[in-house]
């Protein structure tokens, strides 16, 4: 039985609607070459951390413990990569902004202090753009 009172939750960047649109048309330029599904635009996004099924009462949990971003991260997505086992094809950061990962390293914090079971690898900014791909993108 499906527990409806339970609604899968992550805390998520988005990009603005020309970045997204510009990464979709990336993704569909190397769509013929790898195979795979290419990522719907608005569904673009670099996952800050994963909640999973959340009741409502830890869903407000997480509102009050989550810090507001008071700043914009400049953030320069300059590499394509494949993860063979998954499929997944995405674009990220060589080098990505200090004081954005350590945002997201804090927000992940204090999430696990909360008793949210956070991954404990560390962060890694990318953005999906194909799933299922059979081929790494040229």
């Avoid at 190397?30 to 290419?38: A, F, K, N, S």
């Avoid at 810090?67 to 086992?85: C, E, H, K, Q």
Wanted: glycine residues 8%.
């Amino acid at each position: 039985m499906i527990d409806k009172t339970r609604v899968r939750c992550f805390l998520a960047c988005w990009p603005d609607q020309y970045l997204s649109h510009e990464l979709k048309n990336l993704a569909d330029g190397m769509r013929e070459h790898t195979g795979g599904r290419v990522v719907p635009q608005q569904n673009i996004h670099i996952t800050l951390a994963f909640l999973g099924d959340l009741t409502p009462h830890q869903l407000q949990a997480v509102k009050v413990c989550c810090p507001t971003l008071a700043n914009a991260f400049p953030l320069t997505m300059d590499r394509i990569g494949f993860w063979r086992n998954s499929g997944i094809i995405w674009a990220g950061a060589r080098n990505p902004n200090p004081d954005f990962t350590g945002f997201v390293e804090g927000l992940r914090y204090v999430l696990r202090r909360t008793g949210f079971s956070i991954d404990q690898r560390a962060f890694v900014p990318h953005l999906t753009l194909l799933r299922k791909a059979r081929k790494r993108p040229r």
